[in-house]
């Protein structure tokens, strides 16, 4: 589902004289359906480099990024945003507010965008927002004036609302109480058991031994000359 081949990545700096900073080479990896890998390596190895990438976020400067039969490292911006909509999910720690909408939309938006009834989209969306222990009086408020904490389980609660054949989750646990991490988990194991297939990072460990099938140390795809 997913499949990485020799990918590498070079930043340009270009407030300092377009200095070029490899950070990536011959990047390969891939995973199945139903599998979840864990990305590993010490900070700085370059995890969140290769998550920004698989996404379309950076530019590969060689190899092939491919999911679901697209190449995103050489697929046009529009390509990218149908893959987005409808293969390809990301979950960070960070809710993107959208000023008016109402959490409940919020929520229900990745559905109602592939064309999901409102009604079934919103039940979805209130069933994943009291899993995550959003209590219902803040629904249809917009999520802007949350907590740091309401906004992460709103934006997991986004993150899972439809089922994306692949899932990018940066940190999806981090920070939140014993309850909401074990429904987090949930959701995980649940997505997995459906078929996706999942690559992530986890700082916490116990979270990552129980929902990764295997781990990949990035650092193996440091640049040999800065190895
Ligand atoms: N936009 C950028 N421009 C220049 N260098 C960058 C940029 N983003 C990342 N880097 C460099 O690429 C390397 C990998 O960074 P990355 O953030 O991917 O590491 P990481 O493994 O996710 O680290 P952490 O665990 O601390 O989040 C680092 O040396 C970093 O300085």
Known sequence: MIDIQNVSKTFTLHNQGSALIPVMEGANLSVSPGEC???VGASGAGKSTLMRLIYGNYLAAS????????????????EILELR???LGYVSQFLRVVPR???????????????TPVEKARDRAASLLAQ???????????PTTFSGGEQQRVNIARGFAYDYPAMLL??????LDAQNR?????L???????????????????????????????????PKAAA
């Open 37 to 39: 890998v864990g990305l």
């Open 85 to 87: 909509r409808k293969t």
């Open 63 to 78: 190899g092939h990024i491919l999911i679901g039969g697209l190449d995103v490292a050489n697929a046009e911006p529009r």
């Open 182 to 186: 074990a429904t987090v988990l949930g």
């Open 188 to 222: 995980i194991e649940s997505a997995k058991a459906r078929g996706a297939a999942i690559i992530g990072i986890f700082h916490d460990e116990a979270a990552r031994e129980q929902v990764c099938d295997r781990f990949v140390d990035v650092s193996a795809f440091a």
């Open 170 to 175: 940066d940190e999806p646990t981090a920070s």
């Open 101 to 115: 909408v109402s959490t409940l939309d919020v929520v229900a938006e990745p559905l109602l965008s592939v064309g």
């Open 132 to 142: 995550l222990n959003i209590p219902e009086r803040l629904w249809t408020l917009s």
